[in-house]
């Protein structure tokens, strides 16, 4: 089966760093994604976990640990415009992707 | 833009009454996806097509079947709409036949049953 867990909201601070984890149970495990969403539009791609360890993309980061069956998000320098749907996804045995629910981030002043 | 089209764009239909929603994918995929997103369930997996054939299958229902043409646009038809089918349904394509490369979503179908 698979299944991912990550947090529903978080509210971080213009210019603040902020980690958003993501924990995930899938059988065959391949890789994880992170997708962006505003409200009312497309996902747009993020990041894609193989390995472990940390892989850096200008101010976004992501995070994995194929032990633990956990990863993170990193986002730093916040801007107003980060504020959206940071959605977390598995992909796993019978080519299958798994989406969680998605951690909604307000970025304030 | 992410080059995926999707239309139409809105739908409203009733109770019982089928629909088709058209993707073209961007050019040169092979392989497209299509996602229902509602407000309690987050983003679902129902089905993907790789080059015509059927390669995937998620959590489609009976009522729900989809199809992808020679051309690779892809159509996904729902029949007998239910009040709970109202979602925001999103395809994407990708290049490969294996979920572990970046897709590309279209901008969605926003569907209400009422």
């Known amino acids: 089966g698979q299944n991912i867990d990550q947090p529903t909201e978080m509210t971080a601070t213009e210019g603040a760093i902020v980690q958003i984890n993501c924990t995930y149970q899938t059988s065959g495990f391949n890789g994880l994604f992170w997708y962006q969403q505003h409200a009312g539009e497309a996902p747009t791609f993020l990041s894609y976990n193989v390995l472990d360890g940390l892989e850096e993309k200008g101010r976004f980061s992501s995070f994995l640990s194929r032990s633990k069956g956990y990863s993170y998000l990193l986002l730093k320098e916040l801007q107003m415009k980060d504020s959206a749907s940071y959605l977390c996804?598995?992909?796993?045995?019978?080519?299958?992707?798994?989406f969680g629910t998605g951690t909604q981030l307000k970025v304030e002043l | 833009d992410s080059g995926v089209t999707q239309t139409p764009k809105h739908l409203i239909t009733a109770t019982g009454q089928r629909v088709t929603l058209r993707c073209s994918p961007r050019s040169g995929d092979l392989s497209v996806y299509w996602y229902q997103q509602s407000l309690d369930q987050g983003l679902q997996f129902l089905i993907q097509y790789y080059n015509g054939e059927e390669r995937a299958k998620g959590n489609i229902l009976e009522r729900f079947s989809a199809q992808q043409f020679p051309d690779l646009h892809s159509e996904l038809n729902l029949s007998s709409l239910e009040l709970g089918d109202s979602a925001l349904y999103f395809c994407?394509?990708?290049?490969?036949?294996?979920?572990?490369?970046?897709?590309?979503f279209g901008q969605g179908t926003r569907l209400t049953v009422v």
């Open positions: 996804a598995a992909t796993g045995g019978g080519n299958k992707l798994t």
């Open positions: 994407a394509s990708s290049v490969g036949g294996n979920q572990n490369t970046e897709a590309f």
